[in-house]
T-cell receptor, first 116, second 113 residues
Framework: DTEVTQTPKHLVMGMTNKKSLKCEQH?????MYWYKQKAKKPPELMFV???????INESVPSRFSPECPNSSLLNLHLHALQPEDSALYLC???????????????FGPGTRLTVL | RKEVEQDPGPFNVPEGATVAFNCTYS??????FFWYRQDCRKEPKLLMS???SGNEDGRFTAQLNRASQYISLLIRDSKLSDSATYLC??????????????FGSGTQLTVLP
C-alpha cells in the first residue's frame, strides 16, 4: 500500500482564521514533506521531517507551522494567511530523507487551499 | 541557471507517436533521478526512477548521462491516457548531508486522437 492521505481535500479560510492540514501514511516511512504548488508550476518544498525532527525549513513564513506528532502523522498549522498563499498543499513521504533511489517520495492527493 | 531544466513544451502529438522529453541538471553531486507525471489538479505520481544503465518500463524508456548531466524520457506508441505534465526530478544536497527533491518546471504532453 503506497497511500498517503490528506485532509481536508478543500479548504476556504479568511485571513484571520486558524486552520490545520493533516497528512497520514502507514508505509513505515521515516521522512515526511510539505510542498506548496501554484497553478502551472512545479511543487516547491516547504518542510522536511526526518525521524520526526524538522530537518529542512525552506525559509517558509512563520504563518505556516509544521508539526510531526508521530512517525505516521504530519500537520501544517495555518494562521493569518494571505490570499497569495492560496495553492495546492501536498504532503509526501519516503523511506528516509537520504536521497537514494529507494527514497521515492509518494504524494498525497493534496489540500486545495483558498484564502479570502 | 535553474537547478533542473526541462523542455518548455507543450507537446501535442497524435496517438501512436513517439515523443521524447529532455532534462538537464546543474548539481553534479545529484545521486537519484526520477520522472513523475502529474494529471490536471492531481498529485504528482512516480512514473519511473532513472538509473545509470538506462531502464525501460513497457512503452517508457528513461536514460541518464551523468557526464552530460542529462536525463531523458521516451514514450513509444503514445496513448490518449499519456496526456499529462511530466516532471523531471533530481535529488540535490540541501544543508549538510540532507537531500531534497528538486523539480523541473514540467513539460505538458497532449496526445491527440
Amino acid at each position: 500500500d503506497t497511500e498517503v492521505t490528506q485532509t481536508p481535500k478543500h479548504l476556504v479560510m479568511g485571513m484571520t482564521n486558524k486552520k490545520s492540514l493533516k497528512c497520514e501514511q502507514h508505509m513505515g516511512h521515516r521522512a515526511m514533506y510539505w510542498y506548496k504548488q501554484k497553478a502551472k508550476k512545479p511543487p516547491e518544498l516547504m518542510f522536511v521531517y526526518s525521524y520526526e525532527k524538522l530537518s529542512i525549513n525552506e525559509s517558509v513564513p512563520s504563518r505556516f507551522s509544521p508539526e510531526c506528532p508521530n512517525s505516521s502523522l504530519l500537520n501544517l498549522h495555518l494562521h493569518a494567511l494571505q490570499p497569495e498563499d492560496s495553492a495546492l498543499y501536498l504532503c509526501a513521504s519516503s523511506q528516509s530523507a537520504q536521497g537514494a533511489s529507494s527514497d521515492t517520495q509518494y504524494f498525497g492527493p493534496g489540500t486545495r487551499l483558498t484564502v479570502l | 541557471r535553474k537547478e533542473v531544466e526541462q523542455d518548455p513544451g507543450p507537446f501535442n502529438v497524435p496517438e501512436g507517436a513517439t515523443v521524447a522529453f529532455n532534462c538537464t541538471y546543474s548539481n553534479s553531486a545529484s545521486q537519484s533521478f526520477f520522472w513523475y507525471r502529474q494529471d490536471c489538479r492531481k498529485e504528482p505520481k512516480l512514473l519511473m526512477s532513472v538509473y545509470s544503465s538506462g531502464n525501460e518500463d513497457g512503452r517508457f524508456t528513461a536514460q541518464l548521462n551523468r557526464a552530460s548531466q542529462y536525463i531523458s524520457l521516451l514514450i513509444r506508441d503514445s496513448k490518449l491516457s499519456d496526456s499529462a505534465t511530466y516532471l523531471c526530478v533530481v535529488n540535490i544536497i540541501s544543508s549538510g548531508s540532507a537531500r531534497q527533491l528538486t523539480f523541473g518546471s514540467g513539460t505538458q504532453l497532449t496526445v491527440l486522437p
